[in-house]
């Protein structure tokens, strides 16, 4: 059973930094990418940055120069470095991954269980 478990999220001011982890553990095949979405309150769940599999990188148009995605080479860690921290990046972070676990199993999304970032003003 794959796990995706989030850390480091906190309270920050806003031009700070913070860098989240994500840890996944569990018997996979292939990963086709991880990456951070997060869910401002009351908005929808939004893109943040994903890495793929052969580490090309996707950033949000809003977090372009300020956040840095990375993994570690064996694929068991993600991690968002966040820098120039705003208040409207106030979220929580949710890790996310697209997982083959066996050579005859489909593609499924799994998602960790969320950390908050919340940056004051």
């Known amino acids: 059973q794959v796990q995706l478990v989030e850390s480091g999220g906190g309270l920050v001011q806003a031009g700070g930094s913070l860098r989240l982890s994500c840890a996944r553990s569990g018997i996979t095949f292939r990963i086709a990418y991880m990456g951070w979405y997060r869910q401002p309150p009351g908005k929808q769940r939004e893109l943040v940055a994903t890495i793929s599999s052969d580490g090309n990188t996707n950033y949000a148009d809003s977090v372009k120069g300020r956040f840095t995605i990375s993994r570690d080479s064996a694929k068991t860690a993600v991690y968002l470095q966040m820098d120039r921290l705003k208040p409207e990046d106030t979220a929580v972070y949710y890790c996310?991954?697209?997982?083959?676990?066996?050579?005859?199993?489909?593609?499924?999304?799994?998602w960790g269980q969320g950390t908050q970032v919340t940056v004051s003003s």
């Open positions: 996310n991954a697209l997982i083959r676990a066996t050579s005859g199993s489909p593609y499924i999304d799994y």
